[in-house]
């Protein structure tokens, strides 16, 4: 029903909500690969070791 | 999500941000459904407008926000009906429509540009409008090869619905189909 809202407030409204979207998603995949280089640069291993 | 994320999400980022990651992963199938739903609903609404569909349901704009509403609900109910079905059943239609559209794509490139409009005289248009279209169709042929039966059945169940609407439309195929008819084939 959320996505029947969101279609019925037209289509630039869609894409807007979902260009929002998008960018938070390159900026979690961002934070998301620095955490990891940061983790690995550390020395960390899958098991959480130093 | 793969179940090794969560685990890296969780060493790398803490509780916190697993947390985060994983509700926006929910999010993210939301734009998914939000952005399939726009598209559904408005190739009902040009079926509806070029009469293959009821017009008057179909073909309905609302005067408020400009958007085929009518369909949006119909779409909205339709997705509801998701939660009695089981992922199998679902998948299987969507693998089945995919291919069939797919092929029918690089078939209708071959026959629209290639024989239709014969532009099949210069090598770089036999490239564009024969080869690389059956070549596309070739490929996904062999993605039929591994459709499963299941996909198959409830395809080819739903593709004889929409045959037995279509002979209904063309008063048993002597008609062309609305857009087509008014294009003049």
């Known amino acids: 029903m959320l996505m029947v809202a969101i279609n019925l407030r037209g289509i630039r409204f869609v894409a807007n909500f979902n260009s929002l979207i998008v960018f938070l998603q390159i900026l979690i995949i961002g934070i998301f690969t620095f955490l990891i280089y940061e983790k690995l640069a550390a020395g960390q291993n899958a098991l959480g070791r130093h | ?185």
């Open chain 2, 1 to 185: 999500m793969d179940e090794t994320q969560p685990e890296i999400l969780l060493l790398v980022g803490g509780a916190l941000f697993q947390s985060v990651v994983l509700s926006f992963a929910i999010v993210t199938v939301l734009a998914s459904g939000i952005a399939a739903h726009a598209g559904v609903s408005r190739l009902m609404y040009v079926m509806g407008r070029d009469g293959v569909l009821p017009k008057r349901f179909f073909g309905h704009i609302s005067p408020k926000g400009y958007t085929p509403s009518y369909n949006i609900w119909l779409a909205g109910v339709v997705c509801l009906s998701a939660g009695f079905l089981s992922l199998e059943f679902v998948v299987a239609l969507i693998s089945f429509g995919a291919l069939t559209a797919f092929s029918f794509v690089n078939l209708s490139v071959i026959s629209s540009y290639g024989f239709r409009d014969g532009r099949l005289k210069r090598p770089k248009d036999v490239w564009q409008f024969f080869v690389l279209p059956l070549l596309g169709f070739a490929s996904i042929g062999a993605l039929w090869l591994e459709v499963e039966e299941t996909s198959l059945k409830a395809g080819i169940s739903w593709a004889a619905v929409g045959l037995i609407y279509l002979g209904w439309l063309t008063k048993g195929f002597r008609r062309a189909a609305p857009p087509a008819a008014r294009r003049g084939f």
